[in-house]
């Protein structure tokens, strides 16, 4: 449905945001993973209609999305990273004239249709207010609203549970996947439960191009048996990164570990551990970055 | 402390705003000071006019002290700073005082870049050769360092203080924004009191920024005073600076003690309480979306609601309104009235005045938010969701104009809400809300949506906020000032905004000048939708990053139907431009000033030879004038007789053009019946040569015709007030004259043309020919008139003489009058529908005058008092001079393009603003309808039947007379008291205008062009002389004068001196001192009372001894000081109690003991014994002498 192809920018610093992308999306969650400064918000604004490409072209259901923006925004929701909003006008005014933008002309209809939608992210009692004195999170709430008004067919989402309680993000993560039934979907994040959790597709991005594609079981599967762990003194960080592909250090109950990426056994102390996307997603990230050395 | 200084001091320096700041400065003063000019003796570079130049650049500098003072502190908020800031191991006290003094010492530096530009501009100046600018004097250090230090510094100061203050508690632009403008209404309250002589003592104490203290203290000094005083370091100027040094300090100690930085970082948020409600879903599931052309409008008028509620709920739209709103009305309740005499609401001051204000304010608020709709729902990141929506480019780019649009409507709503709020509340329901509509949206509206068009074009284009509103006010500001200057023009085409003139008026309503308008309204409206198309094509939309691809977007948008509203405006932009430029600039002219200086120079150099050339003279007139109001035509033909006054014979005809208006013809020329060609003629000066059949022999007659025709084409950049669809008025002029004067008297311009200057304006008193020439016309000494005038049905046409016959005739009125006495060759015609009032006066003989008064219907409120005026001055003059020769008496109201009467014989033209539209029921106002009338009427005398001769101060014998008449039926009507009043104001203008007088200030005797002589200190001097030598004497010896001089009758017209024996002849020896110092001197008395006591005496009664200080001392005519008088002078002093009301409820003094007392110069002291017990003591009491400080003649007593 969405078919994007050879998608080009370079940004006037010299910045490459988009190294020759490709990608054909269907139905259904999409997520896409990636580092911060990885060009996935270029990516997001361009299909967007927000942003030109220097070259490429991108095509949803037939639409050519840089000869025709209008076009798709009709069937657009879009909701950005970091987005303001006119502060003096209360959230309810501004959903409805939303609503009317994307074409609910009956005014009866549009008017159950905002109150219902107020509710479903759980703004209904805040209706009144201007969305100046709003909080983030509920700012971000509105921002799920407008994205989801009027049965989007493209939905694309960058970062959006940033900010939300972890019960609003359980409402938000069901409402999305709600959706994700009838429309392509793409959920731009770097938090890697999202994407296990709910999509079924996925790639990882960065520096502009799309490392991997498929089901996150799948590439998370890529690495079964070949993803080590160890407890470590911290200095010797430096010495093991040398000798071996680490994918992540971190702590836990006080102690320091590494994981690590071997085809075989790396050694005594190593365990072998239960991979999950996370690891994946470190491991094209490092071996991008190893390429480049 | 020291590192938070020097840390706002490098952080400072390299930011480019400071550079930017310090470069303004100093080329604002640059210009300032290059372009300071001085039509006086006053040096260009003069302590004044240094002061001049740097005291309003302090208030231009409040938006830079704003800039720099204002947001140290908010900074650290804005950037987010304060968080980590305020947790370094700092104490407040000192991050407050580094950041201040850090901040002063960068304000510091730009008001040293200030005075050096100012130094800078009139250095430049002195090297540019401009003769009509004056002349400079050397350079004088301390004539920059004191206002440096007393304005520059200590505004800064107090103005910075108050900014860094506000903003450390308050923590919001706005409150900047609402303290600037605070500080500017003050000053300006401060200006508008300084014309009030009751209430201009609180000046000193309101002015924030010291140059209206100064106005006040310099208010009364003399050419050579401006010359060398510096600014004076003592009394009002200094107890206001002062003062407001304290204010500034006290807004900085409390910012340095009372500034709490956990305070300042908690965000203003208020909790509000969450509503708790269960919301039951609807459960709607499948919505229909459409999106047609319908929807598509709709969107655009949802969003342009959205657009505009965000503008019209912002707290700086709302407060900026509400100053406004205050201002206005202020203003107006201010402005509106002459004389210090307050006019009636009328419509149409009330839309000029309120719309004065209040459309500045507009404009401002426009440009801001035309700014605020490009950038602010970028700057908010709105757009980043916004802009994918399905909403057209059309209806995201045409929401933010219609939302703009909106506001407009606002401002021009509340300008006539405001307007019949103001009627209401002064009691006044006679609302013109045709008016108010037609003037607010024909007028003002057009303007704002030009202004909107091209703030939101620049915006788009150059997408950086303070960079188009700069290039917005370049082209508001700049551009009128670049065409005005550089190219000279005065072209409303290339004035942004720039429409034809137009004056409202009762009696014309908007005239015929509303076409003009509308078609020059249209073109600038055309010009700047022209940019708003090409704007739509630069919109931003989303995120675009490159020149490149804005301009890849701008050739994807460009499309048939983006470009053809595009063409069609442009089309009818041009077709409109051309219409309106073949109007302006082909079928009528614009001159600019400078142009027709050139003019008039090279029309000198052409014709100066033909001055004092004999030429005919005029005996009798018999005029036919046919008025077309509609057409706005005027046919004139004349019937002239004329004679040959001279020695020597007459070959040529010379006619010089006078009348204003441009298309006048010279349509036929007939000299005893033979039609003459011109052999020699001057298009450009309007100067025509005839040659005479034959030459007119000395004291030979002749018939002589000409006609003329003055027609009105199309639309002209002026205002053609001579024929008007209700109201025409001209003069004689509509006749060309017989002979060449020059127009050029302003030396300096004389200079620059190459002509030689002119110390005296008039041949000199002994001049023999100039005595045979009266001071208005040449043509002719008395001659017979008769005037046959026809005009529209509905209007009434009327000339000087009496009503002989009134018929109808083709659907016109016609109307024949006839001059009972003689009268030179000065006379008006005047033509509108009137309604008339009619009285009479009765002279001693029997004879009885009818006074008619000719107003609008609208006007009947003050008639009575004109007319009392007619009768009063009749009677004065008849009793008390000569009996009036004519029958009639008329006052004829015409439109308000100029606010004056004029005298000609039996015709007096009023202008409507004067006296009709004015509010006398407070009878303490001074009532100038009266007066004005008086003083007008005394000229049928003075003037009329007395002409001055052509010479230097004759014309005294025409304004101070008729001035002293109107004094005298004053004095007679409301007594000595109450001409108290006008003397007050005679004496403050007078003294006031000292420093203006544009050539030397000269004595009454010598008086050339000076309003301020001849009424003010004509009608101070006859009034003493009067008190002093008696009003009986002083009639008399004019009686003498006048019947020595009447009519032409002596063969000489009369001079100053003339007037000046008459009067000198009559003084006792003893006074004759006085009728001396009054004409031929410059004489300021220093009276004061130095010491007052009183004691009871065993009897009751009350001895009072008391010193009067006196000094009288003569001045030059640049006001320098000669000497000090050491005679005795004849002067009052008096005791008097509390001041008592009149029946009017007019205070007036009480005085217990009043007498006139020759007086030592220096130090004389009187016990003197009454009845009651004094308050007060004085010296001069009622302020009849011209003495500079008045205040302290009077001064209150202590008790032993």
Known sequence: MLTIQNLNKTYPNGTQALNNVSLTLEKGMFGLLGPNGAGKSTLMRTIATLQLADSGTIDFDGIDVFKQPQELRKILGYLPQDFGVYPKVSAEMMLTHIAKVK????????????????????????????????????????????????????????????????????????????????????????????????????????????????????LSD?????????????????????????????LRGGQFYVSVYSDAHPGEGFELIHNDLEDFYFYCINKKEEAAI | MIEIFLFELRYRLKRPATWIYVT??????????????????????????????????????????????????????????????????????????GRFLGSYTIVTLLNIFIVIGAITGFGIGIFLDRADYGTYTSFNLSSYLLPFIFLLQINALTIGALFFCL??????????????????????????????????????????????????????????????????????????????????????????????????????????????????????????QVFSKKTEWNNLLSLSKIEFLSIFKSPVFIIMLIIGVLFSIFSIYNLNETYGTPNLPLTRYVVMYINGVISFFSTVILVIYSGEAVHSTRKNKTFVFYDALPISNSSLYFSKIIALLGISLVLVVSNIVIGILFQSINGYFEYDLGMYFTYNFALVFPGFIMTILLSFFVHVLVNNKFLGHFVVILIYFGVPLLVTFAFKSSNP??????????????????????????????????????LMFIGKLFWIRGFFTTAKERFTIVKQRVTTKTILPLVLTSIAFIAVAGYSYYNLKVINTIVGGSHSEKIAAAAEKKYAKYMGQPHPQVTDLKTYIDIFPKERTIK?????????????????????????????????????????????????????????????????????????????????????????????????????????????????????????????????????????????????????????????????????????????????????????????????VVSARYDVKKSSWTAPSGKKVTIEIYHSAKHKRNLEHFIKGAQVALDYCSKNFYEYPNSVLRIVEFPAHATFAQSFVTTIPYSENFGFAANFDKAADFNYAFRVTAHEVAHQWWAHIVTPSKTTGANIISETLAEYSSLMTMKHEYGENGIKSFLKYSLDD?????????????????????????????????????????????????????????????????????????????????????????????????????????????????????????????????????RTDDTTNYIEIGLFGKDITDAQEVPLKNPYYLERKWLQPGENTFTIITDKKPIKAGIDPYNKLIDRNSGDNLKPIEEE
């Open chain 2, 493 to 530: 085409m290339y004035m942004f905004t720039g429409t034809t003139p137009i004056f409202l008026s009762d009696l014309n309503g908007f005239g015929h000048y509303l076409t003009g308008i509308s078609w020059l309204n249209l073109y600038w409206i055309l010009c700047t939708a022209i």
């Open chain 2, 167 to 288: 903003m450390a508690f308050f923590k919001k632009m706005p409150i900047i924004y609402l303290g600037g403008i605070c500080l500017f209404l003050l000053y300006s309250i401060s200006g508008d009191l300084m014309s009030s002589l009751d209430n201009q003592w609180l000046t000193p104490y309101l002015d924030p920024f010291g140059n209206r203290a100064f106005s006040f203290v310099k208010k009364y000094w003399s050419i050579n005073e401006l010359n060398s005083n510096q600014l004076p370091i003592s009394g009002s100027f200094l107890l206001n600076r002062i003062l407001w040094l304290l204010i500034g300090l006290i807004f900085f100690l409390i910012t340095f003690f009372r500034f709490d930085y956990k305070k300042f970082l908690l965000s203003g948020k208020k909790t509000t309480s969450i509503p708790t409600e269960q919301y039951t879903p609807s459960k709607v599931t499948a919505v229909l």
């Open chain 2, 636 to 828: 004139a033909k004349g019937d002239f007789k004329i004679i040959n006054n001279y020695d020597t014979a007459i070959d040529t005809l010379l006619l010089e053009v006078q009348y204003p208006g441009e298309h006048i013809s010279l349509q036929a020329i007939r000299y005893n019946g033979t039609v003459l060609t011109p052999v020699v003629t001057d298009s450009v000066y309007r100067m025509y040569f005839y040659k005479l059949p034959d030459a007119m022999q000395p004291n030979e007659q002749a018939d002589l015709t000409i006609e003329v025709l003055a027609e009105t084409k199309g639309f002209a950049n002026s205002m053609e007030t001579q024929v008007l669809h209700n109201g025409s008025f001209f003069n004689n002029n509509i006749f060309p004259r017989f002979y060449y004067e020059r127009s050029l008297v302003d030396n300096g311009v004389r200079v620059k043309h190459g002509l030689e200057k002119l110390n005296y304006l008039f041949p000199p008193r002994t001049d023999s020919t100039a005595l045979r020439k009266n001071l208005f016309n040449e043509d002719a000494n008395y001659i017979n008139f008769e005037a046959v005038l026809s005009t529209a049905n509905d209007q009434t046409a009327i000339a000087p003489g009496k009503l002989i016959k009134e018929w109808q005739e083709n659907d016109r009125a016609y109307y024949h009058y006839k001059l009972e006495s003689q009268s030179d060759l000065f006379f008006n």
């Open chain 2, 990 to 1122: 007078y003294l006031r205008s000292r420093a203006f007088s544009f050539k030397p200030e000269r004595s009454l005797i010598n008086v050339e062009v000076g309003p301020h002589i001849w009424y003010r200190k004509g009608s101070m001097v006859m009034y003493e002389l009067q008190d002093i030598i008696g009003e009986d004497k002083i009639n008399k010896a004019l009686r003498g004068f006048l019947n020595e001089y009447k009519n032409y009758e002596k063969g000489v017209y009369p001079t100053s001196e003339n007037l000046y024996d008459a009067i000198y002849k009559v003084a006792p020896d003893s006074l004759k001192y006085a009728v001396e110092d009054g004409f031929k001197k410059i004489v300021l008395y220093e009276n004061r009372v130095t010491a007052a006591t009183t004691k009871e005496l065993d009897n009751g009664s009350y001895e009072t001894t008391f010193t009067v200080d006196s000094k009288k001392i003569y001045y030059d005519d640049t006001g320098k000081e000669e």
């Open chain 1, 103 to 218: 074409g609910i002309t009956n005014s009866k209809e549009r008017k159950n249709y905002v109150a219902d939608l107020l509710n479903k992210v759980n703004l209904y009692k805040f209706r009144n207010r201007n969305l100046g004195d709003f909080s983030g999170g509920m700012r971000q709430r509105f921002g799920i609203a407008q994205a989801l008004l009027g049965n989007p067919k493209l939905i694309i989402v960058d970062e959006p549970t940033a900010g939300l309680d972890p019960l609003e993000r359980n409402r938000f993560h069901n409402l999305l996947s709600e959706l994700g039934e009838n429309a392509v979907v793409i959920l731009s994040t770097h938090i890697v439960d999202d994407v296990t959790n709910l999509c079924k597709n996925m790639a990882v991005f960065n520096e502009g191009k799309i490392l991997v594609q498929g089901n996150p079981q799948t």
């Open chain 1, 222 to 250: 890529t690495l079964n048996g070949k993803v080590y762990r160890k407890q470590i003194d911290i200095a010797a960080l430096d010495a093991l990164e040398n000798e071996y592909t680490v994918l992540s250090n971190y």
């Open chain 2, 24 to 97: 303004l400065g100093f080329a604002i003063a640059a210009v300032m000071a290059v372009f300071e000019k001085s039509v006086t003796a006053q040096f260009i570079n003069s302590p004044n006019n240094i002061i001049g130049v740097i005291g309003p650049i302090s208030i231009i500098c409040i938006f830079f002290y704003a800039a720099i003072m204002g947001v140290p502190i908010f900074r650290d908020k804005d950037h987010k700073t304060a968080q980590t800031y305020f947790t370094f191991p700092i104490t407040q006290k000192s991050y407050v005082l």
